[in-house]
């Protein structure tokens, strides 16, 4: 049975945490190396798909295998934030942090050498693997490092990294296949993993000390996480961030046929269409790191998922009322952006408050349903049809609408749980 008990976190650093709770050089180099461990998991997921046309022809397969080595990636990401996040909690973080940027540049260069679709599937869903052990494992890092006041701050940056990246990857792609192949993607995935392992190297020290860590092997590592699910409110968040999650992937796959199919814009436009609604997340981002000091974290969540919620049902809303409408459709995305930039800090800050005692496993449990969510309903709009904007719209309220359920049924925001003390100075 789920539990209700309150969980709150205070403003002392942990015991044993390595580093000050403070900005200085270390940390900020450190939050570097985190920021890029958790944007090179989205931007491996999208960075490729420009070149699913060529790829077909080159690996002498259909459409649909190629979109299976997506969800091979996707697939693999799940189960490597389910799976190693909470073994961290037994072995550290250091370990597995070199041992999947190792793996990243191996299996992405496998990608980039794949003679034949089967083994693509197969690297890409190591790949992905791979890249979930750094994704997970920075915002468990965060955890064990820091405490009060700067969590929320730190999560934010993530949590914009995260939306933002997803955006950026297929731009990215595009670049490198207008000179060369996309086997060329798969290359630059490679350095990147290979800077990502010399950043590991040279600027994440070991955040949990052996006295800190949980016995009981694989089994105890995964009472801890059945402990975790136990806990209702903890639950509340990692549904509140999964189905916006859903939304948010809802829009990705589906904007760009809504914005040149249904209102006939161009790609350029739509690419400015894209990057406007893409700052307004990351400002609705900046503003909660701002309030996180003074306003309570749970208030935060409650006006993110208000705020996308009304996105959503006012373009539903529009769209039935008065038919497809560019500027609506455009404003009514963009203020479900704003909405989804707030609850992504604010349900991982509360979140990783709660599990503080186990943070890889509450670290695998908010991610690895943030991104099975985000699989589950990126081709649901397709499913649905492309010839107008309702499909993409009814999903990301459908989603949205699940999200203020768990808010309400789970999270309860006036009970405070997962509260960081003293917010503020």
Request: one cysteine or more; charged letters at 10%; proline letters at 5%.
């Amino acid at each position: 049975m789920i539990s209700s008990s309150t969980s709150t976190s205070d403003n002392r650093k942990p015991v044993g945490a390595a580093g000050p709770t403070t900005p200085s050089a270390r940390t900020g180099g450190l939050l570097v190396v985190l920021g890029a461990l958790t944007a090179v998991a989205p931007l491996a997921t999208d960075m490729y798909v420009p070149g699913f046309p060529t790829m077909g022809s080159a690996l002498h397969t259909g459409s649909s295998a190629i979109q299976l080595t997506m969800t091979a990636f996707l697939v693999g990401l799940v189960v490597g934030q389910l799976l190693l996040g909470p073994l961290s909690d037994s072995l550290g973080r250091r370990r597995p942090l070199l041992a999947g940027a190792t793996a990243f540049v191996v299996f992405s260069l496998l990608c980039a050498v794949a003679p034949n679709v089967y083994l693509l599937v197969a690297a890409r869903f190591l790949q992905g693997m791979a890249g979930a052990v750094g994704m997970v494992l920075a915002r468990a890092v965060i955890t064990d490092r820091f405490a009060g006041p700067d969590i929320p701050r730190y999560f934010a940056v993530l949590s914009q990294i995260l939306g933002v990246a997803p955006v950026a990857a297929p731009v990215l792609g595009g670049a490198i296949l207008a000179v060369s192949t996309w086997r060329a993607v798969f290359g630059v995935l490679t350095v990147i993993g290979v800077l990502l392992l010399l950043g590991v190297l040279t600027k994440v020290p070991e955040s949990l000390p052996p006295e800190r860590r949980h016995g009981g092997g694989l089994s105890g590592t995964f009472r801890a996480m059945g402990r975790l699910m136990g806990n209702r409110p903890f639950m509340g968040y990692v549904l509140v961030l999964g189905t916006a999650s859903a939304a948010l992937f809802a829009y990705i796959s589906g904007s760009s046929f809504v914005f040149e199919h249904v209102h006939g814009v161009s790609a350029g436009t739509y690419s400015l269409i894209f990057a406007v609604n893409a700052v307004g997340m990351l400002l609705a981002g900046t503003v909660f790191a701002r309030l996180a000091r003074r306003v309570r974290l749970n208030t935060l969540l409650t006006a993110g998922v208000t705020t996308a919620a009304a996105g959503a049902l006012a373009q539903v809303i529009v769209t039935l009322a008065i038919g497809e409408s560019f500027a609506g459709t455009w404003i009514t995305l963009c203020v479900v952006l704003c909405g989804v930039g707030m609850i992504f800090p604010a349900a991982m800050s509360l979140g990783q408050n709660l599990g503080r005692a186990t943070p890889g496993a509450a670290s695998a449990l908010l991610g690895g349903l943030q991104f099975l969510c985000g699989a589950i309903a990126s081709p649901l709009v397709g499913v649905f049809g492309e010839d107008s904007s309702l499909p993409m719209a009814a999903i990301m309220l459908a989603s949205l609408a699940l999200a203020v359920l768990a808010l309400l049924v789970l999270v309860r925001p006036r009970q405070a749980h997962g509260e960081v003390t003293a917010q503020a100075h």
